[in-house]
Structures are given as C-alpha cells and as structure tokens.
C-alpha cells in the first residue's frame, strides 16, 4: 500500500516532468527565431509555397493553439514525417530505437556490474594502493572523451589486434532479424540461435564499453563513498561485536544501503549517457536512433529531431521511475521520506 | 576547550589562512598536477602565436608536400591531411574549448546560483516553480539540447554554448538550493532577521559566502565536463566552422585516416582528455581543501 503510494507520487512527477519537457521542445520548434516551414521546403522555395505550408502546419495561429496542437499530435503519438527519410518520424524511431535500447541496457548492466565491485574493493582497502587504482580509473574514464574512448577501441580491437568488428550491430550474410523484441540479443535467444546471440554480443562490446567509462567511473565513486559512510554506523559496530560473519556482514548490512546512492546516480547519469550514445552510435555506425538524430540534425530535419529529443526525454523518465521504484524497494525509508522531498 | 584544536591549525599558529590552504593544497600532489595543467593550457591558449613552431598554420593554409607525416622533430604531433602542423593546432584549439568553458560557466553559475538561493530562501510557489524547472532540465541531455537547437538556428560556436548553458545552471541551483535549506535555519540568519536586514543583504551577504567553496569546487568539476560536451558537439560537426582549429573538429576530420595516421586523431583527442583531466583533479583537491561534501 504504502509502496503504491509511493509510486503513484513518482508517476505523477514524472508526468509533470514530461509535460515541462514539451514546453521546452515546443519553445525550441516554435518560439524560436527561424522559420519551421522555410527549414522544410529549404532555400529555394517561393515565398507562396512558404506561407501555404505555414497556413497547413497551423504556424499562423496564436501560439498557445499551436502547442495544443502540437500537443494533440503528440497525445496520438504523432511526430510527423520526416524530410530526409521522406517516411513518418514514428516508423523511422520504431525502427532505430531497440538498436539504441539494446546498447544502453547492456552498458548500464555492465558499467553496475563493473562499478559497485570496484567501489566494494576501494571502500574494503580505502587509502591503500586499490583504492588509488579505483579512484585513478574512475576519473580517468570520466575525463575521457567517449568519442575518442570509441576510436581508441576501435584502433586497439579492430586493427591491432583483430578481435573485434568495429562497426555495425551484426554482420550482413548472417540471415537473423529480430522481428520479435528488436533486440538482437533477446531474439536470438527466444529463436534459440546461440550462434547469433554470441556474434550479437561481439558487435555489442565496444560501443558498451565506450558508453559505459564515465558512469562506471561515477557508480565505482559513490558506492565508495556510500560503503565508508555505511561502515561507520553504530549497527555495522554491533553486528562485529556481536561477530556476525564479515561476508554477511559485508554483503547484506553494508552492500544493501550501499546500493541506494549508485542508484539515483545512474538515473541521473542517464541523461549524459544518452548524449553520448549520440557520440558512440555515430563512430560504430551503430544503426540507432542516436545515429538517426545525428543524421537528420545535419539535414535540419526539424520533425525528426523534435522526434528524437522527445523520445529521449520520456526514455530519461521512464528509466528514473524504474530507478525511484528499485530505490523504493532496496532501502524501504526512501518509500516514506520521498527522494526528492 | 583549548585541547580541541585542530592538529593542522596547530601545526601553523602564526601563517594567514589563505597560506594555510596554500599549503595544504600544495601537499596534495594529484591536486597540484591538476592546476599546472589548468595554468600551462590557459597561458599556451593566450600566447598560442608566440609559443607555436608554425602560428600560420591555425588558419587556411595547405602544405601537400608535407602531408600526413608521423610525428618527428619538426612536427611533434605530425602533420593533417592538407600538411598542417598538428601541434600548432591543438594549442590554438585550446582557445575554442577555453572560451566555450568560460563563457557557458560564465552565465550558467551566477545565474544558477541567484536562483538556488532564491529557491531556497523563499518558500511556496517561488521554490516549486525553480525547482520543477530543474527537474525538467535534468531529463534533457546537454548535447541533445545543444543538437536540437542547432538543427533550428545554425550550427555554430554560439548557438551551441546558448544551448548547453541553458540546462547547466540547473545543477548549481541545485547546488546552491540544498545549500541555502540548511544554512537559513541556523542562528546567524534569524538574527540578521531579527535585526530588519533586507532579504538581498541576508541573500548575498550571509548565505552566499557560506556557498562560494562547493560553488567554486562544482564549477572547477563543471569545467572539464562542459568542454568534453563542446568536444563532442564539434565532434558532430556543430562546433566552430573551419579553419579555425577546434579539437572535437580535428578529431572527427582525423578519424577519416585512421588507423594509418592515428595521430591526426588521436594527438587532439588526447589533449581534450589531458584538458578536462586537470580541471578534474584542481576540481576534487579544492574539495578535498574546502571539505566539500559530494553534491550532485
């Protein structure tokens, strides 16, 4: 009951969230200087054709009927066509989006996987040589431009010591589509070809690890930090004294409360991985919807972007929510107290 | 009480306080290695001209006879593909990145900063409107704002510096926000109070200067991510347009002739890296210094 509450708080902030989130976008598409129509009939077009596509798009209205029309396009889950695929902005992200989801989730699981160790390991020898080691890591990864992370990658597994392919998410003649989730790990499970699920995770690997430094990085520090301060309390003392043994005193009372901080990072760490994939998609030619805004930001495909940045802001949401109610479930006092009260 | 003294304090009973910090910040190597980076790229940015073996070369000047050369005596860092040298070019490309962390923290900090303590002084509908609008800034990625607004206005320098500003004050509201919630409740403030201050005198001159060291240390971090952003930004093509030298730009044109000539990449890539990395480490020794705790 209580944890209902709890998220139903956390989805009402969220909505609240997306609604500032369309403000934002509507003021960049709308409100700013720049003609959306002269942007989508380029340079050459007539001064007619330009009023009468502004006279379609409804750019002659006032502009608070404009966002709700903009708004009730994106209520239908409208974005519009884009000019460079010629196609609707919405086949063209269906279509991108699991590339994009698939590398995401696999850097986050191993930048979570990689990190708390690390901080585990920093906080257990804390001032001592792995402690340094951790801590040179992690900001070295943070300072670390993930594009140039990509290409160093790329050089080192590609072309020094061809291990890796460096670009692409399978190869061509290996006749798989994944046509069931889109994620080409998951599919090929479901399908039980192992075969491809292997080579999935061969193309999946550099562009995770690029993506992956600057969080790793951040999770490996905080859960440092989070395991000290944990460590001193008064019931981490009782439980030695009591001689609870040192793994389950490590792994159940500290790695626990340890968890939450890591957490509410990553959520908000979030937001700079999915510019970076922008980055990291673009060297690996990963054929994602980070890629595809790229791509159409070049063309000044305006519904396209608007598409991208939307579906970006609600992923960031959504992805916070998971987070808040994973939070809400590891440490039960966050339910209570609200994490951003 | 005497016998609570802090050992450090004790240790220099007669030095001023700004000697103290210098000399506890001159003990913490990491930290000093941070700010000679942070000092040698500023100067090397400002005299760029004087110190680069081929000034000229920061500009449109083709040299086929010398290009693609590996890096040597002559060309330390080796030369691009129309023959440039590559060194005179990262140190003139140091000026983009610098300007752009001067100028994007330059607005983003004071401003973020005069809404956090605003927020956090006043209650009711003044503290929820601010601080709904950073939750939103939060769910926008820096770049992809900066991409998004490029895609309307014309990708260049400025648009994407209005852009990334426009979402960074929100962390040093945060910052300044948290901050001031603890401080107007401790005793200082009430009597300010009590004694009619005016609310710009409690603002600017009790709260804030209890904030300028976790601003100064957030700022510092901030810089070297707000350059690895501007890298990645010209790194997409939406930086400063050629031929003046931009290190994301250099890196981008560079990764065409990879892995043959990995140092028309890989030389400019490294200097962004060696760049944020100093503003880092002056960043976590100021915190270190000043006791900051981690804020985020």
Not at chain 1, 188 to 204: I, K, N, S
Request: net charge neutral; charged share 15%.
């Amino acid at each position: 009951m209580e944890f209902t509450l709890f998220l139903i708080r956390r989805i009402l902030w969220s909505l609240l969230v997306l609604f500032g989130l369309s403000i934002v976008i509507f003021v960049i598409a709308r409100a700013m200087p720049g003609d959306p129509a002269r942007l989508a009939l380029g340079p050459r077009a007539s001064a007619e054709q330009v009023t009468q596509l502004r006279e379609e798009l409804g750019l002659n209205k006032p502009l608070v009927q404009q966002y709700v029309l903009y708004m009730e396009g994106l209520a239908e889950g409208d974005l519009g066509k884009s000019l460079l695929t010629r196609r609707p902005v919405n086949d063209d992200i269906r279509e991108t989006f699991p590339a994009t989801f698939e590398l995401v989730l696999s850097t986050i699981t191993i930048a979570f996987f990689l990190g708390v160790p690390l901080g585990v390991l920093a906080s257990r020898f804390k001032d001592r040589w792995p402690d340094n080691a951790v801590r040179f890591v992690s900001i070295l990864a943070a300072v670390t431009p993930s594009f140039f992370l990509a290409l160093l990658l790329q050089i080192l597994a590609g072309y020094v010591l061809h291990i890796l392919p460096t670009t692409g998410r399978l190869p061509h003649n290996i006749g798989f589509v994944a046509d069931m989730t889109g994620l080409v790990t998951v599919d090929a499970l479901l399908r039980g070809r192992f075969d491809v699920f292997l080579e999935a995770w061969r193309y999946l690997l550099l562009p995770s690890i690029a993506l992956m430094a600057a969080t790793m990085g951040q999770i490996a520090r905080i859960t440092r930090s989070s395991m000290i301060d944990v460590s001193s309390q008064d019931y981490i003392e009782a439980s030695r004294a009591f001689g609870v043994p040192e793994p389950v005193r490590l792994f159940k009372y500290m790695l626990r409360p340890s968890f939450v901080p890591p957490l509410t990072i990553m959520g908000l760490e979030f937001a700079s991985l999915i510019g970076n994939a922008f980055v990291v998609e673009l060297v690996f030619a990963w054929p994602g919807m980070a890629a595809y805004g790229v791509r159409t930001i070049l063309q000044k495909d305006l519904n396209a972007v608007m598409g991208v940045v939307i579906v970006s802001g609600v992923f960031f949401v959504v992805v916070n929510l998971v987070i808040d109610a994973l939070v809400g479930f590891v440490d039960p006092r966050v339910r209570i107290r609200g994490r951003r009260a | 009480m005497s016998d609570v003294v802090n050992p450090k304090a004790a240790e220099l009973p007669r030095l001023s306080n700004a000697y103290q910090n210098w000399y506890r910040f001159s003990r913490n190597p990491t930290a000093v290695i941070g700010a000679v980076i942070v000092v040698l790229a500023i100067l090397a940015a400002i005299f760029a001209p004087y110190i680069t073996p081929y000034p000229q070369h920061a500009g449109a000047v083709v040299n086929f006879r010398f290009r693609h050369l590996p890096p040597s005596g002559t060309f330390w860092f080796g030369t691009d593909d129309v023959g440039r040298d590559i060194f005179t070019r990262v140190i003139f490309g140091l000026r983009v990145s610098l300007t752009l962390a001067l100028v994007v923290l330059g607005t983003a900090v004071p401003f973020g900063t005069i809404m956090g303590l605003i927020a956090g002084y006043f209650d009711g509908w003044t503290e929820t409107i601010i601080m709904r609008l950073t939750d939103v800034a939060l769910a926008i990625p820096p770049l992809v704002m900066a991409l998004a607004v490029a895609a309307v206005l014309s990708p260049d320098l400025t648009h994407s510096m209005l852009a990334i500003a426009a979402l960074w004050w929100t962390w040093h509201t945060r910052l300044v926000y948290s901050m001031t919630r603890q401080i107007r409740s401790q005793e200082f403030i009430e009597a300010a109070e009590t004694l009619g201050a005016s609310k710009f005198h409690i603002l600017f001159r009790e709260i804030l200067p209890n904030c300028i060291s976790a601003i100064a240390v957030k700022t510092s971090l901030d810089c070297g991510f707000v350059i690895l952003v501007g890298a990645s930004l010209s790194f997409l093509g939406l930086g400063i347009q050629p031929p003046t030298p931009d290190l994301g730009t250099m890196v981008a044109a560079g990764s065409a002739f990879l892995p043959e000539h990995w140092w028309e990449s890989m030389m400019p890539g490294f200097a962004i890296l060696v760049l944020a990395l100093g503003f880092n480490l002056l960043g976590d020794g100021l915190r270190d210094l000043y006791d900051v705790q981690e804020v985020k």
